[in-house]
């Protein structure tokens, strides 16, 4: 923890234009959204037609997100000498596999199915691909 202070201590120039990056990054993104919507009446797709059209389409990248996640703020580390690459294996299976299913559904998934889905993402990250040491 002491460690952890001293870095950031060190480091908060850095730590303050990365903040500023982010900023700029997602004003830009809304200035974008907000010109898209303007233009939307010239067939211009803007992200809040993709998920509310083609939500069916996305439910692999639901649960992705929710298993990536996982993996980055809820990380298992395991003291085992294992190859990670079981537990990648297992989780992009599902991933494919409801990539597979997204595609040959035509109803747009409800909002209870899409926070099931991030959550078992995010289970499944956590249980089958820990970080091994």
Known sequence: ??????????????????????????????????????LEKKDFPTFSYVVRDMRHNLIWFTFLYG????????????GEKEKEVTGLMAYFSMVLLLYCLGRII??????LLQL????????????AWPQYK
């Open 1 to 38: 923890m002491k460690n952890l202070k001293r870095f950031l201590k060190s480091h908060l120039s850095d730590i303050r234009i990365v903040k500023i990056i982010i900023a700029s990054l997602l004003g830009i993104m809304l200035v974008i959204d907000i010109v898209l919507v303007a």
């Open 67 to 78: 298993g990536l996640v996982s993996k980055i703020f809820f990380n298992r580390k395991v």
């Open 106 to 111: 035509t109803v747009p998934p409800s909002l």
């Open 116 to 127: 099931l889905l991030l959550v078992t993402g995010g289970i499944l990250a956590y249980r």
